[in-house]
Every structure is written in structure tokens, then in C-alpha cells.
């Protein structure tokens, strides 16, 4: 049970979640229903997909949700890159949180492959 807990991509996306919804709190009131909620609906997804994609019976539709996973990646990438030339960010946050998600994408596409050479081996005469 709760395997997606040891899972380290698991773990540093649900601490990406929890900095950016930190950072978010001095963005300005305005921006509340706007990039704010958008970012953090992205970031959110990102670890979210992690748990339902384990939590499939195949292979194939787990690294679906990881595709899905990478996808929101990107998409809180650009929302930093926004942020940040609206100057939402200092630069070191926006630094550290690139840095972030850099890691977690690194680490989602190696447990991609991983999964593919998995499936790959399975299907082995």
C-alpha cells in the first residue's frame, strides 16, 4: 500500500508542491484567481499523476500518467518563467524552483525508460 510514497520523484514533486505554494503566498492579491491558482493546479498534478499512474494495472497506463506527469512539469515551468517576468519571483527563488524542476524531470524520465525497457523485456518471446 502507498507505494508511490517511496518513490523519490514522488517525494521531491510533493515538495515542489509545497514550495510553490509558499512562494505563492506574496504574489500579489490580484493574481489569486489568475497565475497563481494556474500554478499550482500544474504543480499539483504533477505528483498527483505519479500516485494514480502506480496505482494502474499495466505498465502502458502508468507511464501514461507519467507522461502526464512530465506534461504539468512543463506547464509549472512556463508559469515560473511567467512569474518571474512579472517579478513574482526573486531570483533565487526562481533559481531554486528551476532547479527543482529540472530534477524531477530528470528523475520522471529516467523512471520512464526504466518502465519502457521493463515493458519491453515483458513482451519477450
Not at 67 to 88: F, K, M, P, V
Amino acid at each position: 500500500m502507498l507505494g508511490w510514497k517511496k518513490l523519490e520523484v514522488w517525494r521531491k514533486a510533493h515538495q515542489l508542491v509545497l514550495d510553490i505554494y509558499n512562494t505563492t503566498k506574496t504574489f500579489p492579491a490580484e493574481e489569486r484567481f489568475r497565475l497563481t491558482n494556474q500554478l499550482c493546479r500544474s504543480v499539483i498534478s504533477v505528483p498527483a499523476n505519479i500516485v494514480e499512474g502506480q496505482s494502474r494495472q499495466t505498465t502502458k497506463e502508468y507511464l501514461q500518467f507519467l507522461y502526464n506527469a512530465r506534461g504539468s512539469l512543463e506547464e509549472t515551468r512556463y508559469y515560473l518563467i511567467l512569474a518571474n517576468d512579472l517579478n513574482y519571483l526573486t531570483d533565487e527563488e526562481f533559481k531554486l524552483l528551476g532547479e527543482s524542476c529540472e530534477t524531477i524531470s530528470k528523475m520522471l524520465n529516467s523512471l520512464i525508460l526504466s518502465l519502457k525497457e521493463r515493458q519491453k523485456v515483458a513482451q519477450l518471446p
